[in-house]
């Protein structure tokens, strides 16, 4: 049994959210344990009881943003016909989800930190795997054409939505989020020799309700 | 001579924002490294905050105006000046290295700075039309075959560039910088409908 309070239990995801919503919006340099625990509604001791560093802070802050992310599309990937509808859903929330400021400040932490060079590597790994893990089920139902191993075209998706939501998030007016899913979708069909079959009526109108509101 | 000292400052500061990261740079160590005084450093800039996003600024207008220039052989083919323009994109070892590192500090910190953004978009801007020139001639020659505009295959390339550029930087034990420049060059090669070994600059 662990000797932390019960409560502790449900403050954790709490300041998780909260941190990342802070660091999100001011960076990790400016952001104060105090900033965090306001923000949750706690004190400092609060925050500290559970994070050594602010640097700690940020690399479990975003692990659980992508585990909250993870979560939100397993339900619907599962509600899936198969792979080519599960790809197009990813790179469909990835566009959503196109404001990639904590990603980035995780790329600029792992230039100089080992400790959150490895966080960035298991998550990209994850992400990647994803994918990857797709491409594979698609090939083996011959329902894409096999055009290179799965982890390639994986890190080829992975790199290309990075770059183009770098150009949305940065105000690039020609890469809009639909236009950075539009040229995503089309690139990952090319390389699968094979369309991705549009999601359900209540799947992209879901979709068409996320880009309007991140817009 | 008074321009020296400023661009010797700007020098000095992005050569600290590259080793040390930009929040543990101060103005004492770059006066230091600048052979100036922190008077003169305030005389340039009159806040922190203003010598670091100058710094940031200056390594690309450098990079910009030394790498974005006239290749003497573009002329020879279309698909030689994009591999010369791949390899100027990417995080090779040394001054490339540097300026990647910079340019990964000043994308966070447009993001948070409103004051930052319009320069890094017009910086991004000017990334992209001449990416888009060196495509341009390709289409109009007929040497590249393509459906897509020179601007969407500038946003492409740059897209891919970035993203598995950033990967190498950070050491993605999975892609070094001679894969990323494999893997644009591929994917680039299917776009443009030439070879993929065109678009690599032979004897490297």
């Not at chain 1, 959210?17 to 105090?34: D, L, M, N, P």
């Not at chain 1, 998030?169 to 989020?177: E, K």
């Not at chain 2, 500090?105 to 990334?127: F, K, M, N």
Request: one cysteine or more; a negative charge; aromatic letters at 6%.
């Amino acid at each position: 049994m662990s000797p932390r309070p019960q409560i502790d239990h449900i403050r954790r995801p709490q300041l998780l959210a909260a941190a990342a919503e802070v660091i999100a919006e001011r960076g990790v340099a400016a952001t104060r344990i105090a900033d965090v625990a306001e923000r949750a509604g706690t004190s400092a001791p609060g925050v500290l009881y559970w994070f050594d560093s602010k640097d700690q802070l940020l690399a479990e802050a975003l692990t659980a943003a992508e585990d909250r992310f993870d979560e939100s599309l397993t339900g619907r990937l599962e509600a899936m016909g198969g792979p080519g509808e599960r790809l197009r859903l990813l790179i469909e929330a990835s566009a959503e989800n196109y404001d990639w400021t904590l990603w980035m400040e995780l790329w600029t932490r792992a230039l100089r930190d080992p400790r959150m060079r490895a966080t960035r590597q298991r998550l990209d790994d994850r992400w990647r795997g994803q994918i990857a893990h797709d491409v594979r089920a698609g090939q083996a139902a011959g329902a894409f054409a096999d055009h290179g191993p799965p982890e390639r075209i994986a890190l080829i998706l992975a790199s290309l939505l990075d770059g183009l939501a770098l150009q949305a998030t940065l105000g690039d007016p020609q890469v809009a989020p639909a236009q950075m899913r539009d040229l995503a979708l089309e690139i990952v069909e090319l390389l699968l020799g094979s369309e991705l079959p549009p999601l359900s009526d209540q799947e992209s109108a879901r979709e068409r309700e996320m880009l309007v509101e991140g817009e | 001579m008074p321009g020296d000292a400023r661009e010797r400052i700007l020098e000095a500061a992005c050569d600290l924002i590259a080793s040390d990261g930009i929040d543990d740079v101060r103005i004492a160590r770059v006066a230091t490294r600048a052979r100036a005084s922190t008077a003169l450093v305030h005389h340039y800039f009159s806040t922190r905050e203003e010598l670091l996003e100058q710094a940031l600024l200056h390594s690309f207008e450098t990079a910009g105006s030394e790498r974005f220039a006239e290749d003497p052989d573009a002329e020879q083919s279309a698909a030689r000046g994009v591999a010369r323009a791949i390899e100027v994109c990417l995080p090779l070892p040394g001054s490339q290295e540097r300026d990647w590192t910079l340019w990964v500090e000043l994308w966070l910190r447009a993001v948070r700075d409103p004051a930052l953004r319009p320069l890094a978009a017009d910086l991004y801007g000017r990334y992209h039309d001449w990416f888009a020139g060196v495509i341009a001639p390709g289409l109009e020659s007929g040497e590249f075959t393509s459906e897509r505009s020179a601007d969407e295959l500038a946003d492409l390339a740059i897209a891919l560039l970035d993203g598995a550029g950033v990967r190498a930087l950070i050491r993605d034990p999975r892609i070094d910088v001679e894969r990323a420049r494999e893997l644009v060059a591929v994917r680039l090669a299917g776009e443009l409908g030439v070879e993929p070994g065109s678009l690599r600059i032979s004897g490297r």
